[in-house]
């Protein structure tokens, strides 16, 4: 293993933040979208990984939570969250059991060694894969507690929202820079925040196959910043069209601008997916309870086409629309992911119930990548816990609305169902992002419950 430059410094003022749990955890956050960043390094070639920072500081949070669990001697949920934590316990215990089935199979079926075709066929068997994998989904769920645990009242909650959006806001111009550079064609400075020894890490933004710049800033690649940067953009949107401000009102509408760039120059398709779902959702919320809805309407509709008409109108965005994402469905990339999707429906077809083991099975897409991995089961259990998190919150949120509000949603609702959406055309939902999201949507449950109870009336989650 060795230790980058950047985790000289990480790694002992997460060590002397033990004595501060809160900054750690502000730390924790920020440091969730840098998945192309490492601490440290393990491994070579196709194996080597790199440990991420949020991954370090969240695993020191977890350690101080346990230490004070065991002092305290008590563990106390809120009766609000139990059902959805459940619901995702279940769903993570599903995938444990599904680890049973390599030894079942025991090298009597072959699996794609990785997702590229490049990839070998080898015999199922359990390996360090499935270990990893499991760490990595129980891991998902602690942190998911913390940030819930985290983000329990309003003022909670509020501080977890900006912390989260300076670091999409710092990201975004990460990713500005390294576009700027690639126009210049000047070297990108992979070792400050691109310096993991995944060999998805370094590439530089750029695409082998067509002649334009993808940002990817600190994460992996184009496509996982696009996934990252949907859930942020989604959350400033409601933010901004509700007047329920993060920041204040100039520099939250200066960020949302920023997000919606940075989203566009990632050249994802799965990005612009969930801008489109994002735009969708945030729209019918905005528009609830509104008089004259039919103006409204037209006017934003004809303001939008007007601006998009204007974009294409330009000859270089045109070209970069149709090199980024029309000219990649003829590429090597859609070939891969295409055969990886047949290659997960003939394991699922095997082996339907448990499929062939969690972290067993290459994934380009979450339905058929977790019927592959986890099975019927596993993915029956994890669209149960979706559906009832996303039902609860948009019940509580129709309760909960006042013409004072102007919020038929609640906040989390549109960058949890578009984050989703988005990872159906990507891959199965992991990393420190969707933990995020899941642990801030499962603190508005608890937020939302609390005023509908009590009957309040006001702004829902309101700051200012």
Same mark, same amino acid.
């Given at each position: 293993?060795?230790?980058?430059?950047?985790?000289?410094?990480?790694?002992?003022?997460?060590?002397?933040?033990?004595?501060?749990?809160?900054?750690?955890?502000?730390?924790?956050?920020?440091?969730?979208?840098?998945?192309?960043?490492?601490?440290?390094?393990?491994?070579?070639?196709?194996?080597?990984?790199?440990?991420?920072?949020?991954?370090?500081?969240?695993?020191?949070?977890?350690?101080?939570?346990?230490?004070?669990?065991?002092?305290?001697?008590?563990?106390?949920?809120?009766?609000?969250?139990?059902?959805?934590?459940?619901?995702?316990?279940?769903?993570?215990?599903?995938?444990?059991?599904?680890?049973?089935?390599?030894?079942?199979?025991?090298?009597?079926?072959?699996?794609?060694?990785?997702?590229?075709?490049?990839?070998?066929?080898?015999?199922?068997?359990?390996?360090?894969?499935?270990?990893?994998?499991?760490?990595?989904?129980?891991?998902?769920?602690?942190?998911?507690?913390?940030?819930?645990?985290?983000?329990?009242?309003?003022?909670?909650?509020?501080?977890?929202?900006?912390?989260?959006?300076?670091?999409?806001?710092?990201?975004?111009?990460?990713?500005?820079?390294?576009?700027?550079?690639?126009?210049?064609?000047?070297?990108?400075?992979?070792?400050?925040?691109?310096?993991?020894?995944?060999?998805?890490?370094?590439?530089?933004?750029?695409?082998?196959?067509?002649?334009?710049?993808?940002?990817?800033?600190?994460?992996?690649?184009?496509?996982?910043?696009?996934?990252?940067?949907?859930?942020?953009?989604?959350?400033?949107?409601?933010?901004?069209?509700?007047?329920?401000?993060?920041?204040?009102?100039?520099?939250?509408?200066?960020?949302?601008?920023?997000?919606?760039?940075?989203?566009?120059?990632?050249? =994802?398709?799965? %990005?612009?997916?969930?801008? #489109? !779902?994002?735009? /969708?959702?945030?729209? &019918? *919320? $905005? +528009?609830?309870?509104?008089?004259?809805?039919?103006?409204?309407?037209?006017?934003?509709?004809?303001?939008?086409?007007?601006?998009?008409?204007?974009?294409?109108?330009?000859?270089?965005?045109?070209?970069?629309?149709?090199?980024?994402?029309?000219?990649?469905?003829?590429?090597?990339?859609?070939?891969?992911?295409?055969?990886?999707?047949?290659?997960?429906?003939?394991?699922?077809?095997?082996?339907?119930?448990?499929?062939?083991?969690?972290?067993?099975?290459?994934?380009?897409?979450?339905?058929?990548?977790?019927?592959?991995?986890?099975?019927?089961?596993?993915?029956?259990?994890?669209?149960?816990?979706?559906?009832?998190?996303?039902?609860?919150?948009?019940?509580?949120?129709?309760?909960?609305?006042?013409?004072? =509000?102007?919020? %038929?949603?609640?906040?989390? #609702? !549109?960058?949890? /169902?578009?984050?989703? &959406? *988005? $990872? +159906?055309?990507?891959?199965?939902?992991?990393?420190?992002?969707?933990?995020?999201?899941?642990?801030?949507?499962?603190?508005?449950?608890?937020?939302?419950?609390?005023?509908?109870?009590?009957?309040?009336?006001?702004?829902?989650?309101?700051?200012?």
């Amino acid at each position: 293993m060795e230790i980058t430059p950047i985790g000289w410094i990480l790694i002992p003022l997460g060590v002397l933040l033990l004595a501060r749990p809160k900054w750690l955890y502000v730390l924790a956050v920020f440091f969730t979208p840098f998945t192309a960043t490492a601490i440290a390094n393990r491994g070579t070639g196709e194996s080597a990984t790199g440990i991420q920072p949020y991954l370090y500081f969240g695993a020191m949070l977890i350690l101080r939570n346990v230490f004070d669990l065991a002092y305290s001697l008590r563990i106390k949920v809120c009766r609000n969250i139990r059902r959805p934590l459940l619901l995702y316990t279940c769903f993570v215990c599903v995938c444990a059991i599904s680890i049973s089935m390599p030894f079942i199979i025991d090298g009597r079926s072959e699996v794609l060694s990785n997702g590229t075709l490049e990839a070998a066929l080898v015999p199922v068997r359990f390996s360090g894969k499935n270990i990893s994998a499991l760490i990595s989904l129980l891991y998902g769920l602690c942190f998911t507690v913390i940030v819930v645990r985290q983000s329990m009242s309003q003022p909670q909650f509020h501080y977890t929202l900006r912390v989260y959006m300076a670091s999409g806001i710092f990201v975004s111009f990460w990713g500005f820079l390294q576009f700027g550079l690639g126009l210049m064609h000047v070297p990108y400075p992979f070792l400050i925040f691109n310096n993991s020894a995944s060999p998805y890490a370094q590439l530089g933004g750029a695409l082998s196959s067509i002649d334009v710049v993808r940002i990817s800033s600190v994460a992996l690649e184009p496509s996982a910043f696009a996934l990252i940067l949907v859930g942020i953009f989604a959350m400033q949107l409601l933010a901004v069209l509700h007047r329920q401000y993060i920041f204040s009102m100039r520099l939250d509408r200066f960020a949302l601008v920023v997000f919606f760039i940075a989203l566009m120059l990632t050249g =994802s398709g799965t %990005g612009y997916l969930g801008f #489109v !779902v994002t735009c /969708v959702m945030g729209f &019918i *919320s $905005y +528009m609830r309870g509104k008089k004259k809805v039919m103006r409204r309407t037209l006017l934003l509709l004809s303001t939008t086409g007007l601006f998009f008409g204007l974009l294409f109108a330009v000859p270089a965005t045109r070209l970069y629309m149709q090199e980024a994402i029309f000219s990649k469905a003829d590429s090597f990339s859609a070939l891969e992911r295409g055969t990886i999707i047949l290659a997960d429906l003939k394991y699922f077809l095997n082996y339907p119930v448990l499929g062939l083991g969690w972290g067993t099975a290459p994934a380009h897409d979450l339905t058929m990548g977790m019927l592959a991995n986890c099975g019927l089961v596993g993915l029956t259990t994890f669209f149960t816990f979706i559906g009832y998190l996303v039902f609860t919150l948009l019940r509580l949120g129709k309760v909960s609305y006042t013409r004072e =509000s102007e919020r %038929g949603l609640s906040l989390m #609702v !549109v960058p949890l /169902v578009a984050t989703i &959406i *988005s $990872y +159906m055309a990507d891959s199965i939902p992991a990393g420190g992002t969707f933990s995020l999201l899941l642990g801030l949507a499962i603190a508005e449950v608890a937020i939302l419950s609390e005023v509908t109870s009590a009957g309040a009336i006001g702004k829902v989650n309101g700051w200012q």
